[in-house]
């Protein structure tokens, strides 16, 4: 059975940081994409960031880029997401996803993509 436990979801002021964690079980780790998405209610779901494990190639969305960074132990098959900086418009649900064919580096082909496999989600909430 394939696991995605995401976990570091809290509420924090602006300007603060939190690492998120995306653990995974049951997958050959380092052939899948682990991608990070957020959606925040009457918004569109929106993929931030994903890391390709085997090759280590990233991608950020314009929206996080300069202040959060994604990154992948293999070993402990865990994909990580700091981030920094943090507003109030970052305020969502954040869940990780796994797919073995998600291209990610630089860019991501296509823009919109169902991943193979998701998390149920863990809550950040940036407020003064």
């Known amino acids: 059975e394939v696991q995605l436990v995401e976990s570091g979801g809290a509420s924090v002021q602006p300007g603060r940081s939190l690492r998120l964690s995306c653990a995974a079980s049951g997958i050959i780790f380092d052939d899948y994409t682990i991608g990070w998405f957020r959606q925040a209610p009457g918004k569109e779901r929106e993929e931030i960031s994903c890391?390709?494990?085997?090759?280590?190639?990233?991608y950020y969305a314009d929206s996080v880029k300069g202040r959060f960074a994604i990154s992948s132990d293999n070993a402990k098959k865990t994909v990580y997401l700091q981030m920094n900086n943090l507003k109030p418009e970052d305020t969502a649900v954040y869940y990780c996803?796994?797919?073995?064919?998600?291209?990610?580096?630089?860019?991501?082909?296509?823009?919109?993509?169902?991943?193979?496999?998701r998390g149920q989600g863990t809550q950040v909430t940036v407020s003064s």
């Open positions: 890391i390709m494990t085997n090759k280590g190639s990233t």
């Open positions: 996803a796994a797919d073995e064919y998600r291209f990610c580096s630089g860019i991501i082909d296509p823009p919109d993509f169902e991943y193979e496999y």
